[in-house]
């Protein structure tokens, strides 16, 4: 597909008259209706009218216009982001989707008549098309590629079998861990897209577990991609009938919310392994995929930890979390140290950093931070 400015503006909701794409961003043509927009890879510079146009001293108006700094160095300068953008041109392209959304409707419909999606046999699960590869990501590229540009094509089930990760399996959702095989790397890579693209265009996928009390059956779950995490490499899927709602976005000025109210609590105690799931990807999106007191950076041996511990009605709000190897979230839950919230200095009880293999003795390095509310209540408690 060609890139142009009339596409981009569409893909981005711009409204603009005459729009002008170029790579680099760094020279166009003239516009000559307004408002008029220029457009790079990854963003957008506007001007509502030709006097602000003609008048911007970040412009070199000539035969054609030329910007020394390109686009991006405009302040007015709007960046679109990466996932947005992949978002944005798949939905563009694909009127279509709702063949596929409609074809796996009717096909949880037909599970669902099967015992209810339970007790189901692999033959029928193949006859389906509902799976049908030896690997744990199902994409039948040949279905589903047409509605991608690039052919990666949507994920139709994930299989989970339990022998590698069998802590991740909850009652409600999933965390599922990208594909690591021995096939060619791009194998893995482009189940990965794929399973991404079934979050991006709101198609949901299905999640095979086996029966309980007999192995050779198949349980199956709707599912909904909510989120990922690329260094940690872990999906969150949801299990539910209609598409979760985006969660709002959280920046450094929304209002932090320390604790869950009491009433909210008990209805979650039975049901809290989805949200600790959010809670931890999200974790792991703010912070990193390393712990925060040394240098193990292996997710199977992270946790998103609490700051104002959940026996205490603690929320999860991502403010209130820090990622820690099992070990140090071992020892911070001990309280053999604890995280000043003044100096965000590490302050040891009876140890020292050396006797429990700590290499980092503050966390000022960390780009975004804890809330300092959170911080305190755990230095106090």
């Known amino acids: 597909m060609k890139i142009t400015g009339n596409l981009l503006a569409k ?15 760094n020279w166009y043509h003239h516009l000559n ?11 957008y510079i506007i001007f509502n009218s030709k006097d602000e146009y ?26 679109i982001g990466v996932e947005k953008k992949i ?5 563009l392209v694909n009127s279509s989707i709702n063949i596929e959304l409609d074809r796996r409707n009717n096909l949880w419909d037909e599970m669902l008549q099967n015992n209810s999606a339970k007790r189901i046999t692999p033959q029928m699960l193949r006859d389906l098309k ?19 540009p690039d052919g990666k094509g949507i994920t139709v089930s994930v299989l989970h079998t339990g022998t590698s990760y069998p802590d991740d399996l909850f009652e409600d ?35 095979i577990t086996h029966n309980e009390s007999n192995q050779s059956l198949r349980d199956v779950k709707r599912g909904w991609v909510e989120m990922w995490d690329d260094d940690a490499e872990e999906f969150l899927i949801t299990f539910s009938e209609e598409q979760p709602e985006v969660a709002p ?25 989805p949200n600790q799931g959010r809670f931890r990807i999200g974790v792991f999106v703010r912070y990193g995929c390393k712990c925060a007191v040394c240098e193990i950076d292996n997710a199977k041996l992270l946790d998103a930890s609490h700051l104002i511990d959940k026996e205490f009605e603690g929320s999860d709000d991502v403010r209130n979390g820090l990622v820690l190897c099992k070990n140090h979230h071992t020892a911070f839950d001990k309280k053999l140290f604890k995280i000043n919230p003044q100096t965000l200095e590490l302050a040891f009880n009876e140890i020292t950093a050396d006797d429990i293999k700590i290499t980092r003795t503050d966390i000022n390095y960390l780009e975004l931070k804890p809330h300092p509310d959170a911080l305190k209540w755990k230095w106090d408690n």
Do not use: C
């Open 11 to 25: 893909e981005w909701n711009v409204k603009s008259k005459h729009s002008l794409y170029k790579k680099e961003g």
């Open 33 to 43: 209706r307004f408002p008029g927009a220029f457009f790079d890879d990854n963003g």
């Open 54 to 79: 003609v008048d911007s001293p970040y412009l070199q108006i000539g035969k054609t216009v030329h910007i020394p700094g390109g686009i991006s160095s405009v302040p007015n300068y709007i960046k």
């Open 87 to 91: 978002t944005n041109r798949l939905n």
């Open 130 to 148: 509902v799976y049908g590869g030896a690997a744990g990501i199902w994409k039948d590229t040949d279905l589903t590629g047409q509605y991608t």
């Open 173 to 207: 959702g999933i965390i599922y861990h990208y594909p690591h095989t021995t096939r060619h790397p791009s194998f893995d890579k482009n189940e990965i897209e794929a399973t991404k693209n079934s979050k991006r265009l709101g198609v949901p996928l299905f999640v």
């Open 249 to 273: 976005t959280l920046n450094e000025e929304t209002p932090f919310v320390a604790f869950e109210n009491a009433s909210h609590r008990r209805r979650a105690m039975v049901r809290t392994r």
